[in-house]
């Protein structure tokens, strides 16, 4: 059996993950997890719970920025962007539960150069209607599990067809390619069953 | 345009894929065409399913993992140890993957002698065959030794879909191996429907060896422009033409695919020669 190499460097590890190796997202929740959970604590006034929270919901940004092609090199460390993001995460929490919005810490330093600027955080911001944003979610579940794979591995993850014939064992990319046709034909009744 | 390369299209504008001159164009004909906005909007909510769906399994799987953390070391102050203790626990998965497997033998005792009495009569009976055979090819045994009807890549598990069109039907005889009545179904969905259903009649067809009529499904759809089971079509015609008895012309058929580096069935089609 083939091991893949954790990556140690940033750019090392940011090039896999661009490359498609998504299980790589715990490897840099765990690597920043503490520091982060500390600073948001000590400085922005965050919950335990609550830096946890809105860390993982950096990662998964961090991670949808870097698959959709917005952020396609690094211009810093990646724990600077991680704690941006979840910097601005904490704040907005804090304000949804009417807390004392504390003072910027970072305020004033680097004005305009924060690497979250750089970022998409509407990618997290584009479902504000609950009971939609619950109605969506639950569709992929109905989906059978190579349905539910092939959408999740094109649209989400951004794998290229042949990746996802490999990933999933299928015979050709012809055959993946009508697969997925006919999983998001499948998933556009579910969501939409006049149709 | 034929449903998927609009698909494609569409898929290519909304993950970004597409240039500009490609994404200006496409703006220009959604204004004209009210069906491409109504497939792209399907399109675009299909994708927030998928995004809110894989949001929250990503989600759920750093929340585990945050637990487990917390579970090690209560507070944040501990970090290094969390690491350390993550460290720990994927070097011991490392160890796990690449223990060895102790491959002895374990003794059967007559098990053993009985395999190998099997094995010899096996074996004599082959030879029997082959040399009553004559070494002679039946094109048609041939060809059903070489054919597995291909995976139902068509249709995918809906759960609690009660509701079963004619085409889903067609599927559900395919996958149960009942291709009489799903030749029989998919003869009835109209001549117009996608190549998809075509390609698994000339499947159903092939499965109960007819040939003749299996040509004539394939034959179109391996010539389809873009199809994305064309190349696949091209090999199961020349099946078809092996089991009519056409030797020579499926001869040359199959050593063309078998040429093809690309050939997803290339492998199949080598191993159909050798038989021959």
């Known amino acids: ?4 190499n954790t990556p140690k460097e940033d750019a090392e590890l940011f090039e896999a ?7 790589l997202i715990d490897e ?3 690597r920043h997890r503490s520091a982060f959970l500390t600073y948001a604590q000590r400085q922005l006034s965050a919950t335990e719970d609550d830096a946890a929270d809105c860390f993982q919901d950096a990662v998964i940004a961090f991670y949808k920025n870097i698959v959709s092609g917005r952020l396609t090199e690094l211009t810093c460390g990646i724990r600077t962007y991680l704690f941006a993001i979840g910097k601005r995460m904490v704040y907005r929490k804090n304000q949804q539960r009417h807390r004392e919005p504390p003072a910027d810490p970072d305020a004033g330093i680097g004005l305009g150069n924060d690497p979250a600027n750089e970022l998409d955080m509407s990618l997290f911001d584009r479902f504000e209607d609950d009971h939609r944003k619950a109605m969506l979610a639950t569709a992929l579940g109905k989906m059978g599990d190579t349905c539910r794979q092939v959408l999740t591995l094109f649209y989400y993850h951004r794998y290229p067809i042949e990746s996802i014939q490999n990933a999933l064992g299928l015979s050709s990319p012809g055959a993946t390619r009508i697969k997925k046709m006919r999983c998001l034909d499948k998933l556009k009744q579910i969501i939409t069953p006049s149709k | 345009m034929d449903k998927d390369k609009r698909q494609d299209r569409i898929d290519d504008h909304l993950l970004g894929r597409d240039s500009r001159e490609d994404r200006l164009e496409l703006e220009e004909e959604l204004a004209r065409n009210a069906d491409l906005r109504t497939e792209l909007a399907d399109t675009e909510l ?3 399913a998928i995004e809110l769906g894989e949001d929250r399994a990503l989600k759920a799987r750093l929340q585990a993992l945050e637990s487990k953390l917390a579970d090690t070391t209560p507070g944040t102050t501990a970090a290094p140890r969390v690491e350390a203790k993550v460290a720990n626990l994927a070097d011991r998965r490392r160890r796990t993957e690449t223990r060895v497997v ?6 059967k005792g007559n098990l053993n002698l009985l395999g190998y009495a099997a094995a010899l009569l096996l074996a004599l009976a082959a030879g029997w065959w082959a040399f ?8 048609g045994q041939l060809a059903m030794e070489s054919f597995e009807p291909y995976d139902n890549i068509a249709t995918g598990t809906v759960r609690g879909n009660d509701e079963q069109t004619l085409e889903a039907a067609a599927f559900a005889d395919y996958d149960a191996g009942n291709y009489e009545a799903a030749a029989a179904k998919f003869k009835e969905l109209p001549e117009s429907g996608s190549n998809v259903n075509r390609f698994y009649l000339g499947q159903s067809l092939l499965a109960q060896r007819q040939y003749e009529e299996a040509l004539t499904v394939f034959r179109p759809l391996m010539e389809a422009s873009g199809f994305p089971l064309a190349k696949e079509s091209a090999f199961y015609h020349a099946v078809a033409q092996l089991g009519s008895g056409d030797i020579n012309v499926a001869r040359s058929s199959l050593t063309r695919i078998s040429e093809s580096a690309s050939h997803p069935l290339r492998a199949e089609a080598k191993a159909l020669l050798a038989k021959m």
């Open chain 2, 46 to 48: 299909a994708m927030a």
């Open chain 1, 28 to 30: 840099l929740y765990v």
């Open chain 2, 102 to 107: 102790d491959m002895r033998r374990r003794r």
């Open chain 2, 132 to 139: 009553s055979a004559g070494g002679e090819i039946n094109p």
């Open chain 1, 1 to 4: 059996m083939k091991v893949k």
């Open chain 1, 17 to 23: 993950i661009k490359s498609g190796r998504h299980e």
